[in-house]
């Protein structure tokens, strides 16, 4: 059964860099089937993605943050990473980390349980 | 990369049907057959409810069923249940290698 689980710091200051784990487990992030993404919800907001990758090093970004942020894969732990850098307290958010099913079908089939962090001082 | 727009709640009896729209553009929901829709009970991660425009996951019962009208997606789901009270959140793929998701909309059954 794939478990995805994301770690990290819950607080980071203004205009410092967030960094977040989501570590896989039940799959191969290897599998050329799957990227795999995160997504983030505000507090009482909607859905925003974030950022996907796949595990040859690829990447799509939300056009809204380009320049702030860098997804990357690690395939030997079967982890990815988020960082976002440069952030304010609109960052603020819950993040979740998910399967993208591949082959251009640009849907999450799996989401871990997301991880609180917010930017404070 | 505007959001799709969704209205902000709907609301059904059991036993009845309701849908929920999803307004995008000639470029998002008009051009490309990525839609998905996510259903989010409080206080827990979204869960993938149809993809690729009608399409249903594995698990997801026959009563959520998607459809698309030019630059408009909906999400019908009949003989409502009280377990379906949730947000439901609409998402297309707009080109260029980006993702872009509806406001959301509480549905809730009376």
């Known amino acids: 059964q794939l478990q995805l689980q994301e770690s990290g710091p819950g607080l980071v200051k203004p205009s410092e860099t967030l960094s977040l784990t989501c570590s896989v487990s039940g799959d191969s992030m290897s599998n050329p089937d799957y990227w795999w993404a995160w997504i983030r919800q505000p507090p009482g907001k909607g859905l925003e993605w974030i950022g996907s990758?796949?595990?040859?090093?690829?990447?799509h970004y939300n056009s809204s943050l380009v320049g702030r942020v860098a997804i990357s894969a690690d395939t030997s732990s079967n982890q990815f990473s988020l960082k976002l850098y440069s952030v304010t307290a609109a960052d603020t958010a819950l993040y979740y980390c998910?399967?993208?099913?591949?082959?251009?079908?640009?849907?999450?089939?799996?989401w871990g349980r997301g991880t609180q962090v917010t930017v404070s001082s | 990369q505007s959001a799709l727009s969704q209205p902000p709640s709907v609301s059904g009896s059991p036993g009845q049907s309701v849908t929920i729209s999803c307004i995008g553009t000639?470029?998002?929901?008009?051009?490309?057959?990525?839609v998905s829709w996510y259903q989010q009970p409080p206080g827990t991660a979204p869960r993938l409810v149809i993809y690729?425009?009608?399409n249903r996951p594995s698990g997801v019962p026959d009563r959520f069923s998607g459809s698309r009208s030019g630059n408009t997606a909906s999400l019908t789901i009949s003989r409502l249940q009280a377990e379906d009270e949730a947000d439901f959140y609409c998402?297309?793929?707009?080109?260029?290698?980006?993702?872009?998701f509806g406001g959301g909309t509480k549905l809730t059954v009376l």
């Open positions: 998402s297309s793929y707009s080109g260029n290698g980006w993702l872009v």
């Open positions: 990758v796949f595990y040859t090093g690829n990447t």
């Open positions: 998910a399967r993208q099913l591949g082959i251009g079908r640009w849907c999450f089939d799996f």
């Open positions: 000639s470029s998002d929901i008009g051009r490309h057959d990525r």
């Open positions: 690729d425009v009608t």
